[in-house]
């Protein structure tokens, strides 16, 4: 893992209707809400996914394409479900669509949310020895809660334990996360993938099926995003312009900076860096940024002798 990087911070779903669309992800897989705007300037709703992960549904004035295959998928959060049975029978009660898996290895169960945006769950791999399914056994075990006073509403949920990505050429992504962006890499399957490390408990999943596509530029000419939570933010942005990552956005917001990049496929991907809490100013008091950076700095010393 580079040394900049935290974990899988933010995961972006831009539609038409954000407000009926992250209320789906409470109501259905219990991720409690952390905040909301629903006004004239701003629609969204941002939900906590486990660890220091946030999901956001976002306004963008148009529709998701239409999905029919787990290919056609953007990117897929799969969350760690602790009890399938009971997450399936849930989905089944509110009868939303399912996306066929044609993969009959994979348990992971593939469905839509309003937005038409593809979303998974999938039992923990028993018997696992990688370092993101070891971490998230610890922290269910220990009963961990790693944003104070923010659990699951279902307790059911614990994370997103892996986020697919749908790729042309595996290998040269993977050899893209690895080496440029600094990604650890888990199992190297040859044609069928590649996992990484993305951080804490999540894995990134590079599966074959996907496309190359256009560069965009502007991170909303696409509907799904991920970001990367991080730390040092100049030091990692220097590190990409000198592997000549494409910047197609440069952002400074009122709680941090964030950049958005291009990698070799034409997906996108983000780094964000929070600034520390500052009791004067309120856009520094999130309860996750603040959550995070303290595990952040508590470990500090232990990754700087991994490098």
């Given at each position: 893992?580079?040394?900049?990087?935290?974990?899988?911070?933010?995961?972006?779903?831009?539609?038409?209707?954000?407000?009926?669309?992250?209320?789906?992800?409470t109501?259905?897989?219990?991720?409690?809400?952390?905040?909301?705007?629903?006004?004239?300037?701003?629609?969204?709703?941002?939900?906590?996914?486990?660890?220091?992960?946030?999901?956001?549904?976002?306004?963008?004035?148009k529709?998701?394409?239409?999905?029919?295959t787990?290919?056609?998928?953007?990117?897929?959060?799969?969350?760690?479900?602790?009890?399938?049975?009971?997450?399936?029978?849930l989905?089944?009660?509110?009868?939303?669509?399912f996306?066929?898996?044609?993969?009959?290895?994979?348990?992971?169960?593939?469905?839509?949310?309003?937005?038409?945006?593809?979303?998974?769950?999938?039992?923990?791999?028993?018997?696992?020895?990688?370092?993101?399914?070891?971490?998230?056994?610890?922290l269910?075990?220990?009963?961990?809660?790693?944003?104070?006073?923010?659990?699951?509403?279902?307790?059911?949920?614990?994370?997103?334990?892996?986020?697919?990505?749908?790729?042309?050429?595996?290998?040269?992504?993977?050899?893209?996360?690895?080496?440029?962006?600094?990604?650890k890499?888990?199992?190297?399957?040859?044609?069928?993938?590649?996992?990484?490390?993305?951080?804490?408990?999540?894995?990134?999943?590079?599966?074959?099926?996907?496309?190359?596509?256009?560069?965009?530029?502007?991170?909303k000419?696409?509907?799904?995003?991920?970001?990367?939570?991080?730390?040092?933010?100049?030091?990692?942005?220097?590190?990409?312009?000198?592997?000549?990552?494409?910047?197609?956005?440069?952002?400074?917001?009122?709680?941090g900076?964030?950049?958005?990049?291009?990698?070799?496929?034409?997906?996108?991907?983000?780094?964000?860096?929070?600034?520390?809490y500052?009791?004067?100013?309120?856009?520094?008091?999130?309860?996750?940024d603040?959550?995070?950076?303290q595990?952040?700095?508590?470990?500090?010393?232990?990754?700087q002798?991994?490098?």
């Amino acid at each position: 893992m580079h040394k900049n990087i935290q974990g899988l911070g933010w995961l972006v779903r831009r539609h038409i209707d954000p407000i009926s669309t992250g209320e789906f992800y409470t109501e259905l897989l219990g991720l409690p809400e952390l905040r909301r705007r629903d006004n004239a300037k701003a629609r969204n709703i941002m939900l906590w996914a486990g660890m220091y992960s946030v999901i956001e549904t976002i306004w963008m004035g148009k529709k998701y394409h239409q999905v029919n295959t787990i290919e056609d998928a953007e990117i897929i959060p799969i969350f760690r479900a602790r009890n399938i049975v009971t997450a399936q029978a849930l989905l089944d009660s509110h009868k939303v669509i399912f996306v066929s898996n044609p993969d009959y290895r994979d348990e992971t169960i593939y469905f839509l949310d309003p937005s038409g945006f593809v979303v998974g769950i999938r039992p923990p791999i028993p018997g696992s020895d990688l370092a993101p399914d070891l971490e998230a056994e610890s922290l269910w075990n220990k009963g961990t809660i790693t944003v104070p006073n923010i659990i699951n509403h279902q307790g059911n949920i614990q994370d997103i334990g892996w986020l697919r990505m749908n790729v042309e050429n595996p290998q040269i992504l993977a050899e893209f996360y690895n080496k440029v962006v600094g990604l650890k890499v888990l199992e190297n399957n040859g044609d069928n993938g590649v996992t990484l490390h993305l951080g804490g408990t999540t894995t990134l999943e590079l599966k074959p099926g996907g496309k190359t596509r256009l560069q965009p530029s502007d991170r909303k000419e696409v509907p799904d995003v991920w970001i990367f939570r991080g730390y040092e933010f100049s030091e990692f942005n220097e590190r990409m312009i000198a592997f000549n990552v494409p910047i197609i956005n440069e952002l400074t917001l009122g709680g941090g900076k964030l950049n958005y990049y291009v990698d070799p496929e034409g997906h996108v991907f983000g780094f964000q860096e929070r600034r520390k809490y500052n009791r004067e100013d309120e856009k520094t008091h999130r309860i996750e940024d603040i959550a995070a950076r303290q595990d952040w700095e508590i470990n500090q010393e232990t990754r700087q002798q991994e490098y």
